[in-house]
T-cell receptor
Framework: SQKIEQNSEALNIQEGKTATLTCNYT??????LQWYRQDPGRGPVFLLL?????KEKRKERLKVTFDTTLKQSLFHITASQPADSATYLCALPDTGRRALTFGSGTRLQVQP | GAVVSQHPSWVICKSGTSVKIECRSLDFQATTMFWYRQFPKQSLMLMATSNEGSKATYEQGVEKDKFLINHASLTLSTLTVTSAHPEDSSFYIC??????????????FGDGTRLSIL
């Protein structure tokens, strides 16, 4: 069955550093991968989409890579700020359907 | 940008009560909406796909008689948790795509409904 893995342990980093979050998947050949941010008690907010033919995508301080050979995506936040503290979810399209399957998310805590 | 509104944001009620949750697309038409459930410290799990003008598609293990979905218009889907029990307590979130039929576009999520059954 399809499976998405994100590091369940919280990631604590110092303000100004680069945060790197990992998303690994198995039994998938996704055409794209998405990253979302979720704050406590709120719905997820879309951040970035990267397609299978794209190795890297950037948006302001965010960068996503997509390695379809390793079946892995890395999500980077440069010059991190306390306001970046949240849970970050990766998501892949369900095979043959229009919904998304989400990883369990990684909680990022940026210390001032 | 596209906005999805969900109401209510928080419900506390007694066991046996039925609870209706509304999900609206505010500035776009959504022929399809998705209902997810999220337990504490867990990921979002798809419950069902709501289709405007036709029956919802439920995921395996989700009781369709327990979780009634109605998608009567292009901007509104409702989820009714019938005869709710404490184990139904969870965070329910809806989402939709704009445009609706493009699978590689992001989903827009509502802010969720925290359901607590006493």
């Amino acid at each position: 069955s399809q499976k998405i893995e994100q590091n369940s342990e919280a990631l604590n980093i110092q303000e100004g550093k680069t945060a790197t979050l990992t998303c690994n998947y198995t039994n998938y050949s996704p055409a794209y991968l998405q990253w979302y941010r979720q704050d406590p008690g709120r719905g997820p907010v879309f951040l970035l989409l990267i397609r299978e033919n794209e190795k890297e995508k950037r948006k302001e301080r965010l960068k996503v890579t997509f390695d379809t050979t390793l079946k892995q995506s890395l999500f980077h936040i440069t010059a991190s700020q306390p306001a970046d503290s949240a849970t970050y979810l990766c998501a892949l399209p369900d095979t043959g359907r229009r919904a998304l399957t989400f990883g369990s998310g990684t909680r990022l805590q940026v210390q001032p | 940008g596209a906005v999805v509104s969900q109401h209510p944001s928080w419900v506390i009620c007694k066991s046996g009560t039925s609870v209706k949750i509304e999900c609206r697309s505010l500035d776009f038409q959504a022929t399809t909406m998705f209902w997810y459930r999220q337990f504490p410290k867990q990921s979002l799990m798809l419950m069902a796909t709501s289709n405007e003008g036709s029956k919802a598609t439920y995921e395996q293990g989700v009781e369709k008689d327990k979780f009634l979905i109605n998608h009567a218009s292009l901007t509104l889907s409702t989820l009714t948790v019938t005869s709710a029990h404490p184990e139904d307590s969870s965070f329910y979130i809806c989402s939709a795509r704009d445009p609706p039929d493009t699978s590689n576009q992001p989903q827009h999520f509502g802010d969720g409904t925290r359901l607590s059954i006493l």
